[in-house]
């Protein structure tokens, strides 16, 4: 029987942009291709666990918009399991990266992601679930931070083997991480 991993976190569509250089600020640089896909801490971390033969069950929150059904379609593509995705009525989170050779810059709209919500809900999921993986950006506003609380405090009623990722780059004012 295959282990069960439960991914707390953000699914975003990725817009990726490749430039030759970062143009400076009023002037004009071509992008050289632009690909969309699915990605975000928790739907990356599924992906990797597919190709492993693992299960994940997402716990996240998506938007009511085009970009909300891009990641449906993918999900079911990868036969990813999205019982614990939830549909808001906001955008779908966005991340905008735009790659040179030399460095990547990336503009993200957290949009549904901040808005995961009914934790009493996703207490099934965690029940579900051999491993819990709680991604950092799930800890950092708005209703998300208040869930992921809940689910991680249960998580750990239940003994559940918990995996926290605290790595946040570039999240927040100067000088704070």
Do not use: W
Request: aromatic share 10%; hydrophobic share 40%.
């Amino acid at each position: 029987m295959n282990p069960i991993v439960l991914l707390i976190g953000d699914v975003n569509v990725d817009v990726i942009q490749k430039l030759p250089y970062y143009p400076a600020e009023g002037e004009e640089s071509e992008i050289k291709s632009l690909v969309m896909r699915a990605g975000g801490t928790a739907l990356n971390v599924a992906k990797v666990l597919k190709y492993f033969k693992i299960t994940p069950l997402i716990v996240s929150a998506i938007g009511d918009d085009v970009f909300g059904e891009f990641i449906l379609k993918e999900c079911k593509k990868l036969n990813i399991p999205m019982t614990f995705i939830q549909r808001k009525l906001a955008r779908t989170g966005t991340v905008f990266s735009i790659n040179t050779p030399r460095d990547r810059t990336m503009f993200t709209l957290r949009g549904a992601n901040k808005e995961l919500s009914d934790f009493e809900e996703l207490y099934k999921a965690i029940d579900k679930s051999d491993v819990v993986y709680f991604s950092s950006y799930a800890f950092i506003e708005g209703e998300e931070k208040e869930t992921s609380t809940h689910l991680l405090r249960y998580a750990r009623t239940l003994e559940k083997f918990t995996v926290l990722s605290l790595a946040l780059l570039s999240i927040g004012r100067k000088g704070r991480a």
